[in-house]
């Protein structure tokens, strides 16, 4: 059956089927993460996938597709046929932010139907052990004395981690060398493994680099202390005021996916965050349920895709392709 035919199908039968609680899902349903495996993207995908797998009664894989800053597999999304049985779970990137760096994408994100904003995650500048700074004060001291030395990993070029440390080098007048990595798990390891000097990512993955004692965090990126981390000073009262970098997660369908079938995955999922489970899981992290219908996660992302913009456009980020 041609994509053409097979979607005429699935919006002649979407309807009534979906009135019956019948529709969807009939078989495994496959969620593309644009990122490598270990990461945020990576385990906050599988918390709800599994739960929601749990509700329908089928199973849902979690598949990693990395690369070029998450455009690889968010283009695999877009080019999947739009029946609702392969779905994109990312990060600001792919969504929000990559058709702002790049000159061309083989994807065009607005296109995609939103299904929901899974959690947001505030962002953590850390530090490896043995770095001299102990603060973000102390941090931006140190990296205006010795410009061009303070090394800084991101989960790639264009990531929000690269994105929030541009902002930050804006923000306080830093001169710093960017080492870019191919998601943020490699970030981190290199962080903690001392070959790089900084990293602004996920707090739920940092803070457990320095449970165990094997990196610093000098501050939270959020407007308040993050209850999961009390302790860690937010980067405002820590040194610079006003600087604030979070990370969200959402999932959306491929283009054309009847509205009947997008609604029928919003409602599982927005089940699934309500779960006690699954938020205790996501909070442990440091991220924050959110939900939402389709439409406000449209809103949502509308609104995110205008503030990267401006970080992009103020901090002076480029990016050649």
């Not at 938020?279 to 449209?298: D, F, I, M, Q």
């Amino acid at each position: 059956m041609s994509k053409r035919l097979r979607f005429a199908w699935l919006l002649a039968a979407a309807l009534p089927l979906a009135a019956a609680g019948q529709s969807f899902p009939a078989m495994a349903v496959h969620v593309v993460v644009p990122f490598p495996a270990g990461g945020a993207a990576d385990s906050i995908a599988r918390i709800v996938t599994e739960r929601m797998s749990a509700a329908w009664g089928q199973a849902v894989l979690v598949e990693n597709r990395s690369g070029a800053g998450g455009n690889v597999g968010a283009d695999v999304v877009y080019r999947a046929e739009p029946d609702g049985y392969t779905l994109l779970s990312s990060p600001p990137g792919p969504l929000s932010i990559n058709h702002n760096l790049y000159k061309s994408l083989t994807y065009d994100p607005t296109r995609f139907v939103p299904i929901t904003v899974l959690c947001l995650s505030p962002n953590v500048i850390s530090a490896r052990n043995g770095f001299e700074p102990n603060s973000v004060k102390e941090l931006i001291t140190y990296a205006r004395a010795n410009p061009g030395k303070v090394s800084y990993a991101s989960q790639g070029n264009g990531s929000t981690s690269h994105l929030s440390a541009a902002m930050l080098a804006s923000m306080a007048g830093l001169t710093m060398l960017h080492v870019p990595y191919k998601g943020e798990a490699p970030a981190l390891t290199d962080l903690a493994g001392g070959r790089v000097d900084i990293f602004i990512g996920n707090l739920f993955a940092a803070l457990k680099l320095q449970q165990g004692g094997r990196i610093k965090l000098l501050g939270v990126a959020s407007e308040k202390r993050n209850p999961v981390a009390p302790d860690i000073p937010t980067v405002s009262e820590a040194g610079l005021p006003g600087f604030l970098s979070s990370a969200w997660f959402a999932l959306v369908a491929p283009p054309e996916t009847p509205a009947a079938v997008a609604r029928a995955i919003n409602a599982a999922a927005v089940e699934a965050l309500r779960s006690d489970e699954v938020r205790k899981k996501l909070l442990a992290l440091g991220a924050e349920p959110v939900g939402g219908s389709n439409a406000e996660t449209a809103a949502f992302i509308k609104e995110e895709t205008r503030r990267w913009h401006k970080v992009i456009r103020d901090a002076n980020v480029t990016l050649a392709n």
